[in-house]
């Protein structure tokens, strides 16, 4: 599965009908390949491809659940292959521009002989095409550095509609960690990309990159994708 021999990526949200229209309830599934699964900027995969997928519960009253998971490489989280995330939380609406949502979010990596279960609680607002969010690390180690709770990430994300259908994302996060161990592990990133949908697939291209200095899985790349909506 880390050994996927293409580096196109799957990504898209997998519409699970069983619900009625009417119903408050609503289910969504997601499922995707990805040439190098970056996470806040760092390869998890060690810049090989990634599955991955995950379902959505939301109410029409704004609460929601959700699962998702991704293999990840034994080298960054020894003993474990796979992360499995929890989620959970609640969104609304202040005015026609203006949303918030608040949560809690387990990330979890079976096996792992590090403590790289991590549990933070995040909360963001969204104006327009801006969105801002914190997530605080509730947990006493942050992906395998210990002693770590009250680490945060800090980012802010603008997507922009361009000519001919295509999408523009704008990312950058700033993650601070806390502690003894914390030394050196303050850095920030950024992502530049595009999409499109072309014959019923989604079409994207995305720049990736950190300021963490000589290590390779942070350095900058080019992240291809390939969606399906259905």
């Keep these: 599965m880390k050994k996927l021999s293409y580096l196109l990526i799957l990504s898209g949200l997998v519409s699970v009908s069983a619900i009625a229209a009417d119903s408050p309830h609503s289910v969504t599934g997601n499922l995707s390949l990805v040439s190098d699964y970056a996470f806040r900027g760092v ?6 491809p990634a599955i991955q997928g995950g379902f959505d519960y939301a109410h029409a009253s704004g609460f929601y659940l959700g699962t998702w998971a991704s293999n990840v490489d034994g080298g960054l989280y020894p003993g474990a292959s796979l992360e499995l995330d929890l989620y959970g939380g609640y969104s609304g609406k202040i005015s026609e521009d203006l949303s918030y949502n608040v949560g809690l979010l387990k990330y979890y990596y079976p096996g792992n002989n590090i403590d790289a279960d991590t549990l933070e609680a995040y909360a963001g607002a969204t104006w327009k095409w801006l ?8 947990s006493d180690s942050l992906f395998g550095v210990q002693d770590s709770d009250g680490s945060t990430y800090i980012e802010a994300n603008a997507n922009f509609e361009l000519p001919a259908g295509f999408m523009l994302a704008l990312h950058y996060g700033d993650t601070n960690v806390t502690g003894p ?17 072309i014959g019923g697939f989604n079409v994207g291209l995305a720049y990736v990159d950190t300021d963490i200095k000589n290590v390779s899985i942070a350095e900058d790349r080019i992240v291809l994708s390939i969606g399906k909506t259905f």
Excluded: A, C, R
């Design 131 to 138: 969105n801002v969010k914190i997530s605080y690390s509730l």
């Design 181 to 197: 161990n914390s030394t050196g592990l303050d850095y920030n990133d950024w992502k530049i990309g595009v999409t499109k949908e």
């Design 43 to 48: 390869s998890q995969t060690n810049e090989d």
